[in-house]
């Protein structure tokens, strides 16, 4: 497995001493899905982002059954086949949740293919509310709207764009290599 980067959230304190702090551990699974000249992500309107599809593994869920999962509820993706594992980024970032103090996340990015066509999504409340929608885009499309975002730093931009921004470059880099597949 590669690890494709280590982030620290801005906001957090440097160096950040984890030792003594109370660590909410989460991991994610996340599907990179590429057809002709596009990739399939999802746009989040309060956001003003692309990412990519998949989310929070649940306890004693894999990585791979989690994507399936996610990937179905969030895109109606079906015949979901998992080609390869691309890669994985760890990143503290701060959490909402009165018990923690921070988030440690470790997200996979998984190689898939999917059927022709997309069916019916499952979106929870929150990402109903926060304008989710699957789309298939052009992955340059995508790097220049995020890249943009980021750098006009609107004070509701979210935490994980630049996450998602770095592996988008990542793929893009990939399928210059090797077309067929990002390695």
Not at 74 to 102: L, M
Not at 139 to 166: C, F, W, Y
Request: hydrophobic share 40%; charged share 25%.
């Amino acid at each position: 497995m590669q690890r494709l980067a280590h982030l620290v959230h801005e906001s957090l304190a440097q160096p950040l001493e984890v030792e003594q702090l109370r660590v909410l551990k989460r991991e994610a699974a996340r599907a990179i899905v590429t057809r002709d000249d596009k990739i399939l992500l999802l746009y989040t309107e309060r956001y003003d982002d692309f990412s990519f599809p998949g989310g929070g593994i649940d306890p004693g869920e894999s990585p791979e059954a989690g994507l399936h999962r996610e990937l179905h509820e969030e895109t109606g993706a079906n015949q979901i086949e998992i080609v390869s594992h691309f890669g994985y980024v760890t990143e503290y970032a701060p959490t909402f949740k009165k018990d923690w103090d921070v988030m440690y996340q470790t997200s996979h990015w998984f190689n898939c293919e999917i059927g022709q066509t997309l069916g019916d999504t499952r979106f929870e409340d929150y990402e109903i509310a926060n304008g989710m929608s699957a789309a298939w885009v052009s992955l340059e499309d995508a790097l220049a709207h995020n890249r943009g975002v980021i750098q006009r730093r609107p004070s509701k931009m979210g935490i994980s764009i630049h996450r998602e921004t770095l592996v988008l470059e990542r793929v893009a880099k990939a399928l210059v290599e090797s077309p067929q597949v990002p390695a």
